[in-house]
């Protein structure tokens, strides 16, 4: 398996020519997109991107990658905060492939073409014996060639895609998607966090009027997750990536009812990552404490190689000085947090989890579980 990572168009089409599946580093046009992926098609190779950042294909490892075991596990996705949300959960089971496909791969101009051709490179490799297909829902045509791609496998195929009609094959949340994916191997993931003890005592000391949730994501598609999670449960999520328009923010900088935020977006993070930088996400803790109405905070921290060394200083200091601005107008807040890596990351997810803990943040193993969480808080107060 030969395997090129290119930086320009240049260099990604001498390697197609070269029969190389690549990864493609730089970003492109959404018409170079569809002319280089479709050259790709023609010649029977992966492209994985534009602006990869985040991949693995079997010993090989791309951008801000987790240290994952190896195992039976084959993802596809347009979306790194999924795929690395998803990839995490399942780490116990083992992860083959992680295939970043780019953010317009479901457009309809892209149509799924790196996604079909991710699938059938997942259901060529023996060591794959489960697919996960993670994104938000493409247009219907769009969604019927790839439905008739995963037909066409011999491997079952499970989809996370928030904003789809729930089905057999079809989950709205990660945490759901594992466990179903986990199953089909026959594999039990570790339970979750027992959560009434958590919920009594974070609800306990709620002041009257606090009742408001904020989110603060480290991407889109993590952020249209928890949006789902709300409006299943009868409230109306308001964020800078609505699923819906009538829910968009005014202002992106400032929250209102029940905020889901993507911290990702260009507005609060420029050119850097927040993976590389989370000082955006701590500023933003910050400044959501001085909401009177505010009860919960829930928030995902990202590991990877060649992030912050440290990030959960940085945001633990952040939660210390969002409780105490709460407590010192006579209220509570209560804090969930996920962090988004493995033991084999540097730093350690077990290590980032002991220093948000000692910061008073409920530390749970995964965002769905923290929204679901957080909703139990508010709803109990």
């Known amino acids: ?149 995963v037909n066409t496998l011999d491997k079952p195929c499970f989809f996370c895609m928030p904003d789809h009609l729930p089905s057999r094959r079809i989950s709205q949340t990660l945490l759901e998607t594992a466990g179903k994916m986990a199953s089909a191997l026959n594999h039990q993931l570790p339970n979750e966090t027992a959560a009434k003890k958590i919920v009594e005592r974070e609800s306990a000391e709620l002041a009257y009027g606090q009742r408001h949730i904020r989110g603060l994501y480290t991407g889109r598609f993590l952020c249209a997750e928890a949006q789902v999670v709300l409006e299943k449960r009868g409230k109306t999520p308001y964020s800078n990536v609505p699923l819906k328009p009538r829910n968009r923010l005014a202002d992106p900088h400032s929250s209102r009812g029940h905020a889901l935020v993507d911290m990702s977006a260009a507005e609060f993070t420029g050119e850097q990552e927040l993976l590389m930088d989370p000082a955006p996400l701590a500023s933003r803790m910050i400044k959501e404490s001085s909401d009177l109405g505010l009860a919960v905070i829930v928030f995902d921290l990202e590991l990877g190689r060649g992030g912050h060394p440290n990030p959960a200083t940085i945001i633990g200091e952040a939660i210390r000085k969002a409780k105490q601005t709460v407590e010192d107008t006579g209220g509570y807040l209560s804090v969930i947090g996920t962090v988004l890596g493995t033991d084999g990351d540097t730093p350690s997810r077990t290590s980032q989890e002991k220093k948000l803990a000692e910061c008073g943040a409920v530390i749970v193993p995964s965002p769905t579980r923290a929204i679901e969480l957080a909703l139990q808080i508010v709803g109990t107060a």
């Open 1 to 149: 398996m030969e395997v090129a990572e290119a930086h320009s168009r240049t260099q990604a089409v001498e390697a197609i020519n070269s029969k190389k599946h690549v990864v493609l580093r730089c970003d492109l046009t959404i018409e170079e997109e569809s002319e280089i992926k479709r050259l790709a098609g023609e010649r029977e190779v992966l492209l994985l991107g534009p602006r990869c950042s985040f991949s693995i294909v079997g010993d090989l490892r791309f951008g801000s990658w987790n240290a994952l075991p190896p195992g039976p596990v084959g993802l596809v996705g347009t979306t790194t905060s999924g795929l690395r949300g998803l990839s995490v959960l399942l780490a116990p089971v083992g992860i083959r492939h992680v295939l970043y496909v780019g953010a317009r791969d479901l457009s309809q101009r892209i149509a799924g073409s790196s996604t079909i051709q991710a699938l059938r490179f997942l259901n060529e490799d023996p060591k794959v014996e489960v697919i996960g297909v993670v994104g938000l829902t493409p247009a219907t045509t769009v969604e019927r060639k790839i439905m008739e791609a």
